[in-house]
Nanobody, 125 residues
Framework: QVQVVESGGGSVQAGGSLRLSCAAS????????TAWFRQAPGKGREFVGY????????YFGDSVRGRFTISRDNANNIVYLEMNSLKPEDTAVYYC??????????????????WGQGTQVTVSS
């Protein structure tokens, strides 16, 4: 079994930065990919980005590309989401998700079988 826990959320003014962390525990070597999703009030879950554990390849959704980055620390089983140039529309609960399934579509939330509890990010104008 794998578990993931997010941390690092909070409130920031527009233009500011935040770094979220996703710490994995358990059978972490079974993780293929870790992703971040977010959900704003009254909206559906939105793909933010993912990182492939083995080679560090990342991919981002259109709304955050160029502003957000994802990195990993495999030795400590932590994945980071660095968020820069934050906008009020980035306000949401951010979820970390891990996939222990091989060869799926990493932009789809159905591809992830392990989810964290979420952390709130609030960006004020």
């Amino acid at each position: 079994q794998v578990q993931v826990v997010e941390s690092g959320g909070g409130s920031v003014q527009a233009g500011g930065s935040l770094r979220l962390s996703c710490a994995a525990s358990g059978r972490t070597l079974t993780i293929y990919t870790t992703a971040w999703f977010r959900q704003a009030p009254g909206k559906g879950r939105e793909f933010v980005g993912y990182i492939v554990r083995s080679n560090g390849i990342t991919y981002f959704g259109d709304s955050v590309r160029g502003r957000f980055t994802i990195s990993r620390d495999n030795a400590n089983n932590i994945v980071y989401l660095e968020m820069n140039s934050l906008k009020p529309e980035d306000t949401a609960v951010y979820y970390c998700a891990a996939s222990t399934k091989h060869g799926t579509s990493w932009r789809q939330d159905a591809s992830y079988d392990v989810w964290g509890q979420g952390t709130q990010v609030t960006v004020s104008s």
